[in-house]
């Protein structure tokens, strides 16, 4: 199946530094790639919509500067966290969908645990 | 109401029953429907997806999808602890240009040895 890579698996950080977060397809174009947030014992939660050469579109309440996403190529999307704070520490998860039939299922990466210290 | 509900669970089966998990979805123009299975601190893994209604079956997976009734559930026959982990049930509305992949929060599955 589709393979998505997902880098660094954990970080730390103190409080006020930013934290880039990438995410791979190896081995088919991603068109579109999804980042999800998620909180202990909670579900995904959807941050924001990551397309190829154009702007992220960002669901409600994301904040756009906060979280900085760029997909420069076909196979790789990047999520910013900015001036990280504590309240940001969560897991992240990118996925992504194989070809452009929207209805198609999802390839996750393996996620990125976030502490802010 | 929620896109998509599942029972929080946690739901405890012995070893080698059958474990059924549920998940009902609030659109009707819905077109597929999958099932991810997540082990504590890791990502999601898909299980099953299903696209018409009906049965499917891969191995020890069986997923169901009632359109009318807007449900899909999944089997899982001669349970294994291996098993236990939460299941999120996703949901894709077919929306021009946008995904739209809503999950549930997840059942928590125990199979007790």
């Known amino acids: 199946g589709a393979v998505v890579s997902q880098h660094p698996s954990r970080v730390i950080c103190k409080s006020g530094t930013s934290v880039k977060i990438e995410c791979r397809s190896l081995?088919?174009?991603?068109?579109?790639m999804f980042w999800y947030r998620q909180f202990p014992k909670k579900s995904l939660m959807l941050m924001a919509t990551?397309?190829?050469?154009?702007?992220?579109?960002?669901e409600q309440g994301v904040e756009k500067d906060k979280f900085l996403i760029n997909h420069a190529s076909l196979t790789l999307s990047t999520l910013t966290v900015t001036s990280a704070h504590p309240e940001d520490s969560s897991f992240y998860i990118c996925s992504a969908r194989s070809g452009r039939d929207v209805t198609g299922e999802l390839f996750f990466g393996e996620g990125s645990r976030l502490t802010v210290l | 109401q929620k896109e998509v509900e599942q029972n929080s669970g946690p739901l405890s089966v012995p070893e080698g029953a059958i474990a059924s998990l549920n998940c009902t979805y609030s659109?009707?123009?819905?077109?597929?429907f999958f099932w991810y299975r997540q082990y504590s601190g890791k990502s999601p893994e898909l299980i099953m997806s299903i696209y018409s209604n009906g049965d499917k079956e891969d191995g020890r997976f069986t997923a169901q999808l009632n359109k009318a009734s807007q449900y899909v559930s999944l089997l899982i026959r001669d349970s294994q602890p291996s098993d236990s982990a939460t299941y999120l049930c996703a949901v894709n509305r077919r929306q021009t240009g946008a995904n739209n992949l809503f999950f549930g929060t997840g059942t928590r599955l125990t199979v007790i040895p």
């Open positions: 081995d088919f174009q991603a068109t579109t």
């Open positions: 990551s397309n190829e050469g154009s702007k992220a579109t960002y």
């Open positions: 659109d009707r123009g819905s077109q597929s």
